[in-house]
């Protein structure tokens, strides 16, 4: 476990919906990984992530699918592909990547509370 942090630590993370509007390989990067593209809604709009879930996951089945997105970290180099998102998911048993879900449908940029 992690040290104790304070709630107003908390929410300096900005956690938010969106939903994944297009994707494509990423055979430039050096792990397995999509580009995903995600629309978070008319305040933050569409933003790129780079995320490691192709055991799991198609291209074709991540479009139209919610994710939860850290919005407020600087954009990250992959390669030849700038990250402006981190994809929020979990390993599992192997190491493999498994996408933290959303129970419902909630409107794109919805901020976790």
């Known amino acids: 476990m992690s040290e104790q942090i304070s709630f107003d630590d908390f929410m ?9 509007v297009r994707t494509e390989p990423f055979p430039e990067a050096r ?13 933050i709009g ?10 799991h996951y198609t291209l074709e089945e991540l479009v139209g699918r919610q994710v939860m ?4 970290f600087p954009p990250r180099q992959i390669g030849p592909f700038m990250s402006e998102v981190l994809t929020l998911g979990y390993a599992d048993d192997n ?4 996408l933290a879900a959303i ?4 409107p794109n940029g919805e901020r976790l509370m």
């Open 12 to 20: 300096k993370v900005d956690i938010r919906v969106g939903t994944v």
């Open 95 to 98: 190491g493999d990547i498994v």
């Open 46 to 55: 569409e933003k790129k992530s780079s995320a490691q879930i192709t055991v």
């Open 31 to 43: 792990k397995p990984a999509y580009k995903l593209f995600i629309d978070f809604g008319p305040e």
């Open 69 to 72: 997105a850290v919005v407020n």
């Open 103 to 106: 129970e419902r449908s909630v």
